[in-house]
């Protein structure tokens, strides 16, 4: 018996000492995972700023299912993410993800970047700018050339290149995005918010690069208008779109003509008769607009892992709006198998064109009466 006690006594006190071994274990475990998430380095300096609350989903921007019946054409031919979309002489042209641009007919040319924004000039070239390479000039024989890779103004090179448009006299206006953060870290640029984004204009008359905007929030999408007189600008982390004037008394001014935008503005493209077609990356995200002024928390995201980090919304979500910002269209649709991020939308004829950065086709849908 005596025997029989000793080896209870022992047991008991290995039990004893494998649990406190466990819980001493545990106590670090979540003090290491603590200090981490509190003190591990991140490459942004959030600050706080004040996002106003989101639009209701009514009204201009009653929710509908419009965009349910995009049709989509080449999937699964070992490419995605076909971002902006340009059509030329029938032909329909888009960037993808390797750096592949794509034709109706075939290959066209890799840019071994990330084509983004994509417009043909007068002189039948493709202008393409380029996240990583810059803004580019590609002819109809598939031969490039490098336009711009700075501002002369400034000197400042492109970081992130990402929408054009061309205006009568040749002249090619474009974003970029972010002049600190590079393509692929746009959830880096979304938590810090802060105003590294620019718009340009190249000029080919004299092969320069000017600055025309600085200190914009991730400047995006641009269109000019059909009588040259003023660009428009999206700005994606600030849910809004800017007037930028070109001519007339304001000419070098710029204000604000949408603000609070239901979700995040993208691409945004001219028909030439007075519709300016917006795409909508997604709804406004929760935890971004929660956060806004908690610039710790947003911090704290980026250090949780991956899985776990706020995610845009599947939702498809375009809006038509004329030079002043009146909302004249507003398509949707609101499901996990929706066409999503909508990324560009372009009027050729009858139909509006789709590019997304993600999916692996591009859409093409009749214009709504």
Request: net charge negative.
């Amino acid at each position: 018996m005596y025997f029989l006690w000793r080896a209870s006594e022992t047991s008991c006190s290995f039990c004893k000492s494998i649990l406190i071994a466990m819980k001493n274990l545990l106590f670090y475990s979540l003090l290491i995972c603590l200090s981490y998430l509190l003190f591990w380095p991140v490459p942004i300096k959030p600050v706080s700023w004040e996002s106003p609350a989101p639009p209701s989903m009514a009204g201009v921007y009653e929710k509908n299912d419009y965009l349910k019946n995009i049709e989509i054409f080449w999937e699964n031919d070992g490419h995605y993410g076909p971002e902006d979309i340009a059509i030329h002489e029938d032909n329909v042209y888009v960037g993808y993800h390797d750096g592949l641009i794509m034709r109706s007919d075939g290959e066209f040319y890799n840019t071994n970047g990330r084509p983004l924004g994509m417009v043909f000039d007068v002189g039948n070239n493709l202008i393409v700018a380029d996240a990583t390479q810059g803004l580019i000039s590609v002819n109809q024989n598939g031969i490039a050339t490098t336009l711009s890779t700075k501002s002369d103004s400034d000197g400042i090179p492109l970081s992130f290149a990402d929408d054009l448009d061309i205006a009568t006299d040749g002249k090619i206006y474009f974003s970029d995005a972010s002049d600190k953060f590079g393509y692929g870290e746009d959830q880096i640029e979304v938590m810090e918010h802060t105003p590294n984004g620019r718009l340009l204009v190249y000029d080919p008359a004299t092969k320069l690069t000017t600055t025309l905007l600085d200190n914009l929030y991730f400047a995006n999408g641009v269109a000019v208008s059909p009588d040259d007189s003023f660009v428009l600008f999206n700005e994606t982390f600030m849910y809004r779109i800017q007037k930028y004037w070109l001519k007339g008394a304001k000419a070098g001014t710029s204000e604000i003509i949408m603000e609070n935008l239901p979700g995040f503005p993208d691409n945004i493209s001219s028909n030439g008769k007075g519709i300016y077609w917006v795409a909508l990356f997604t709804v406004r995200n929760d935890f971004i607009d929660q956060t806004a002024d908690k610039p710790f928390l947003r911090s704290l995201a980026l250090r949780l892992p991956e899985f776990l980090q706020p995610k845009p919304q599947p939702y498809a979500f375009v809006l038509g709006i004329d030079a002043s910002g009146n909302v004249l269209h507003n398509l949707q649709y609101d499901a996990r198998d929706a066409y999503s991020p909508i990324t560009s939308v372009k009027q050729y004829d009858d139909h509006l064109y789709f590019g997304s950065l993600a999916h692996e086709g591009w859409g093409k849908i009749e214009v709504p009466k």
